[in-house]
T-cell receptor, first 112, second 111 residues
Framework: KQEVTQIPAALSVPEGENLVLNCSFT??????LQWFRQDPGKGLTSLLLIQSSQREQTSGRLNASLDKSSGRSTLYIAASQPGDSATYLCAVDQGGSEKLVFGKGTKLTVNP | AAGVIQSPRHLIKEKRETATLKCYPI?????VYWYQQGPGQDPQFLISFYEKMQSDKGSIPDRFSAQQFSDYHSELNMSSLELGDSALYFCASSLETGELFFGEGSRLTVL
């Protein structure tokens, strides 16, 4: 059974700092990996999708990498801002049904 | 751009009552998914539909049922509600690209 782990569970950084969020998964046979952002009590906003054949994806200040063989993904956030404060969830898709297995998230706080 | 629409956004029910949640996927998306997120938990997959047929089933209780209609909207029906059913219920939709887009969720509180 696929298990997704995110480290750290919580992270607090000063504004402007570059940071890395980590995601690991136990079964490397995945179709894709998706990073989401969730604000308290709100929905999930898709940030980046990495197909299994890809190594990384970039969107603005965000860069996500995927090392399928080692079961790892990282989300790099450059020049963090207070508005980046949220919980970041990593999710992997293993099958054509496209159901996602989520990690428990990393709660990020960016202090002004 | 149009997003996934869920209704109601908030719902309060008593134990043993019934609740129905609705989801309107992004236009032309052919797959709909339902997830349940308990307090402080990660989202758990419940059920999905592709082209109006159930395509996969996760940890959905027997008290819950769902369907997708001809206009592609989906409804999640929950009966004999229990306190533990209190959660955020998310609907998501996708195309064949595999990227899932989530709605804002429906918060169910069972008293």
């Amino acid at each position: 059974k696929q298990e997704v782990t995110q480290i750290p569970a919580a992270l607090s950084v000063p504004e402007g700092e570059n940071l890395v969020l980590n995601c690991s998964f136990t079964d490397s046979a995945i179709y894709n990996l998706q990073w989401f952002r969730q604000d308290p009590g709100k929905g999930l906003t898709s940030l980046l999708l990495i197909q299994s054949s890809q190594r990384e994806q970039t969107s603005g200040r965000l860069n996500a990498s995927l090392d399928k063989s080692s079961g790892r993904s990282t989300l790099y956030i450059a020049a963090s801002q207070p508005g980046d404060s949220a919980t970041y969830l990593c999710a992997v898709d293993q099958g054509g049904s496209e159901k996602l297995v989520f990690g428990k998230g990393t709660k990020l706080t960016v202090n002004p | 751009a149009a997003g996934v629409i869920q209704s109601p956004r908030h719902l309060i029910k008593e134990k043993r009552e019934t609740a129905t949640l609705k989801c309107y996927p992004i236009p032309r998306h052919d797959t709909v998914y339902w997830y349940q997120q308990g307090p402080g938990q990660d989202p758990q997959f419940l059920i999905s539909f592709y082209e109006k047929m159930q395509s996969d089933k996760g940890s959905i209780p027997d008290r819950f049922s769902a369907q997708q209609f001809s206009d592609y909207h989906s409804e999640l029906n929950m009966s004999s509600l229990e306190l533990g059913d209190s959660a955020l219920y998310f609907c998501a939709s996708s195309l064949e690209t595999g990227e899932l887009f989530f709605g804002e969720g429906s918060r169910l509180t069972v008293l």
